[in-house]
Every structure is written in structure tokens, then in C-alpha cells.
């Protein structure tokens, strides 16, 4: 009997040891890809000032606690669909396509730079029926890139597909790619920002919040380092064009009328149709957080920045604390907007509810394939608190967080 239960025993600590070993082996090493927002820059711009950090470099802090991780660099104006074009040759290599529909549609250059590439091996077969895939990580108007480009791998675009027989179809629009193991969205405006419900809202705040981060930065506003990558319109900077010279031309131009530009897709309207055409795609995980930093006022209930929100986005901040609009076939905004977190509407952070059926579920293990898990609102953060720029927080402890949280994904 003795002999039976040591035999017994044995065989239970050896389920133990296995299941261990299953549970650690079950996870992934996919890099993370962070992507940067409205206004974003890259590594080399700024003189070094970071946007996933400012004086700090959580992207090294990831790479240091051994998740790899790379920045990826976007036009910080464009549209999310010019956007998504050029993240796809940024991480994969080669000559940005925009589309020959898109371009021609929209009056500009059908191909931009051309890319080295982040992961060149992203999305080739790693064995099992499997390929190499990324997590995207996006803040702001991030969120809304990363969103698109999911879609895009897996879906495609018929129009594209239908216009480009002479063998020059880019891989992006042809579907059926299955790259992206998870999203994960901070402080996005997947319902659009009611800032961005007039351009003549969003523009003073596109020179106010650029001029801010060169303060910041501690940068002469004339020696800004700056390139808003509006190659495709023709809106290269100049060689000795100062950055006010070149910020007064991108200003002037008609690019800010159409609707192929971040203005527009900002807008709540804008999107309202972009949730309408990019699903959330069942095979990926979708993460978000949504910051706030305003606090209510009696009697009206309007919103106001809390002492702690960078002084750049006090006055946007009120202006989305008290605006709203009831217009025929547009967006109706009401008071429910108001919460912000300077930049962009708390309520239109947790995943796109506008134009589209995309399920939001509040964050629980094991997370959901298919539908966003909300963590919910980070109270008390500002629009940029939570990239760590303008903030006392010590972020490196919630990156790491994040990042084991992402590579714990069934492979």
C-alpha cells in the first residue's frame, strides 16, 4: 500500500512539473511594435527627445528586459490608410504602395520611401502551420493604424485587387495574411475627437502642440527636426527651409480639404466610416486603455483639465469639455464626450462603437480573440502621460507589464 501511494505521488508531482512546462512553453516571442500618434516623430528626429519616452526610451527598456521591440514611423498627418501603407513596408521593407486605386482616387503619388525593414522575416513560415507575427502596439491615432493594417493583411481590398492586374498588386491588399498575434490601443480615438470636428479646431492645435514638444525638448522652434513625410503630396521640407517656413506651407495646403488626411479620419465622422470598413479580425487579440484628465463642473457639468495635464492641452481640453453638436447626418455629440484627456474624448477610447460591431468586453484572463479587451480608464493620465512624455510617472514597470501580458498569447 505504501509502495502504491509513493508510485502515486511520484506520478502526480511528474503532472505538476509537465503542466509547468506546458504553461511556460505555451507563450510567444513575436516582437512589439510600437506606433506613434497624431503628431508623432521618429527616434532620430527631435534631437534624441523620444516619443515613446521623451527623455527616457521605453523602446530600449523592452528591448533591455529581453522583449524585442522596434519603433515603427508613420506620416504623423496622414490618413490611416496612407498610414497603414507605410507601417507595412517600415516593419516589412521595401517601397511604400499606397494603392493605385487610392492614390489615383485621391490625387497623389501612388508609391513613397522606400524602407530597409524593422522584421524583413515577418510573415514567413516558423514551422507548425504557422508565420512570424508582430504585436502593435499604438497610441493615439496609432491605435486607428494599427487597426487598419489588421484588417488590411487579413482582408485585403477588392478594389485593388480588381484595378492592379499587370503583377504590381502589393502583398498588403491581396488578404489572406495572417501577421498580427495583438493590438493594443492607448488613448485612441476609435470614435474620432470632437477637437477634430472642424479643421479649424485641429490646425492651431497642430502648431501649438508641435511648438510644445520642441519646449519640451528644449529645441529652437526654427531648428525643429521635424519631417512630416507628406512625400506622396509633394510636401517634402526643403533642404535649409526652417521648420515655421515649412509648417506655414504644409498650413496652406489643400491636403487639409480631403479626406484622404488624419483630419479627416480624426473627425468623429471620419470615424464613423473608417470603423464602418475595418472590422476587428477573429484570430487577433485587441487590447485597449483610455486616460482622462479632467474632472466635472457644477452647475453645467462641463469638463476641466486637473492641475496635472500639460498646460499645452488646457485649452484644447476645454474646448472638448463643452462642445457639442447635434447636426443632420453628422455624429451627434453630447455631454458624454465631454471626459477627455486633453486631446481626445475619453468615451471614444475603450474600441470603435460608431459605425461598427466590434464587441468590448471589460479585461479579464484569459483575454478574448476578436473582440477588445478594455483595461479601462487610467485616471488622472494625460494624453501623453501614458508614452511618458510631460510626466513624473516612472512608466517602465507598465511596459513590462504590458509586454508580458502580450508575449504570455498562445503562439
Avoid at 507548425?128 to 484588417?151: E, F, W, Y
Avoid at 483610455?290 to 498646460?311: E, R
Wanted: charged share 15%; aromatic share 12%.
Amino acid at each position: 500500500m505504501h509502495r502504491l501511494l509513493a508510485i502515486l505521488f511520484r506520478l502526480f508531482v511528474l503532472l505538476v512539473l509537465l503542466s509547468g512546462i506546458a504553461r511556460a512553453g505555451a507563450g510567444n516571442d513575436y516582437p512589439l511594435i510600437l506606433v506613434h500618434g497624431f503628431m508623432g516623430w521618429g527616434r532620430e528626429e527631435l534631437l534624441g527627445f523620444k516619443y515613446w519616452g521623451g527623455f527616457g526610451d521605453l523602446q530600449e527598456t523592452l528591448n533591455q528586459a529581453g522583449y524585442r521591440s522596434y519603433t515603427g514611423v508613420v506620416g504623423p498627418f496622414a490618413s490611416n490608410w496612407d498610414r497603414a501603407c507605410e507601417l507595412y513596408a517600415y516593419i516589412k521593407g521595401g517601397t511604400v504602395d499606397y494603392g493605385q486605386v487610392h492614390a489615383t482616387a485621391h490625387g497623389h503619388a501612388r508609391y513613397g520611401r522606400h524602407f530597409a525593414g524593422l522584421y524583413p522575416a515577418w510573415g514567413t513560415p516558423e514551422g507548425h502551420g504557422s508565420v512570424r507575427k508582430v504585436h502593435l502596439i499604438g497610441h493615439s491615432q496609432g491605435g486607428q493604424t494599427v487597426r487598419v493594417l489588421t484588417a488590411l493583411l487579413a482582408q485585403g481590398d477588392a478594389a485593388e485587387r480588381a484595378a492592379t492586374r499587370d503583377g504590381s498588386l502589393s502583398p498588403l491588399f491581396q488578404g489572406g495574411h495572417d501577421g498580427v498575434r495583438s493590438v493594443t490601443t492607448l488613448a485612441s480615438p476609435h470614435d474620432g475627437t470632437s477637437l477634430a470636428a472642424g479643421l479649424d479646431n485641429l490646425l492651431p492645435q497642430v502648431r501649438a502642440g508641435l511648438l510644445g514638444f520642441a519646449a519640451l525638448a528644449g529645441i529652437e522652434p526654427d531648428q525643429l527636426p521635424y519631417d512630416f513625410k507628406l512625400d506622396q503630396w509633394g510636401l517634402r521640407r526643403a533642404a535649409n527651409e526652417s521648420f515655421t517656413a515649412y509648417l506655414d506651407r504644409v498650413e496652406r495646403s489643400p491636403i487639409w480639404q480631403s479626406h484622404d488626411i488624419s483630419a479627416w479620419d480624426l473627425s468623429p465622422d471620419g470615424a464613423r466610416e473608417l470603423n464602418q470598413r475595418f472590422a476587428a479580425q477573429p484570430q487577433v487579440y485587441y487590447f485597449s486603455w483610455s486616460t482622462a484628465a479632467t474632472q466635472s463642473i457644477w452647475p453645467s457639468g462641463h469638463q476641466i483639465p486637473l492641475p496635472s495635464m500639460l498646460p499645452q492641452f488646457w485649452p484644447s481640453a476645454l474646448f472638448i469639455g463643452a462642445y457639442s453638436r447635434d447636426l443632420p447626418g453628422q455624429v451627434r455629440i453630447d455631454r458624454s464626450w465631454w471626459e477627455n484627456d486633453g486631446l481626445v474624448n475619453t468615451r471614444s477610447m475603450a474600441g470603435p462603437t460608431l459605425g461598427s460591431s466590434d464587441r468590448i468586453l471589460p479585461y479579464r484572463e484569459p483575454p478574448e480573440a476578436g473582440a477588445w479587451n478594455d483595461h479601462g480608464v487610467l485616471a488622472g493620465w494625460d494624453h501623453m502621460d501614458i508614452v511618458g512624455i510631460g510626466t513624473l510617472r516612472d512608466l517602465r514597470p507598465w511596459y513590462l507589464r504590458l509586454a508580458r501580458t502580450l508575449t504570455a498569447l498562445p503562439p
